[in-house]
């Protein structure tokens, strides 16, 4: 039977696919930018945004709960990637 505990399921093989998941989708709002689209360079600066919220959420709940170092960091580096890009795709 699984645990329905928080801490059990931070293990490395979900944070490994996690980091490639926010990888894929920082990546893909990244490919707007050479195409100088204002409308695409705004919605993807919005879930950039909104991705940097969840991400930083996300750090604080495996800090708080996970006993493994790597854990908030796999965040902590998504909060900063997604920040630059919001901040990349908003600027006008």
């Not at 329905?4 to 931070?10: F, G, T």
Request: with cysteine.
């Amino acid at each position: 039977m699984r645990s329905l505990r928080l801490e059990s399921s931070l293990t490395s093989s979900l944070l490994r696919r996690e980091g490639l998941q926010l990888g894929l989708i920082a990546a893909a709002t990244a490919a707007v930018l050479p195409f100088h689209s204002r409308p695409l360079e705004v919605v993807a600066g919005i879930v950039d945004a909104g991705m940097c919220v969840l991400a930083a959420g996300a750090m604080v709940v495996a800090w708080r709960v996970s006993k493994r170092a790597g854990a908030p960091s796999v965040y902590a580096v998504a909060v900063v990637v997604f920040a630059l890009l919001a901040v990349l795709n908003l600027r006008g």
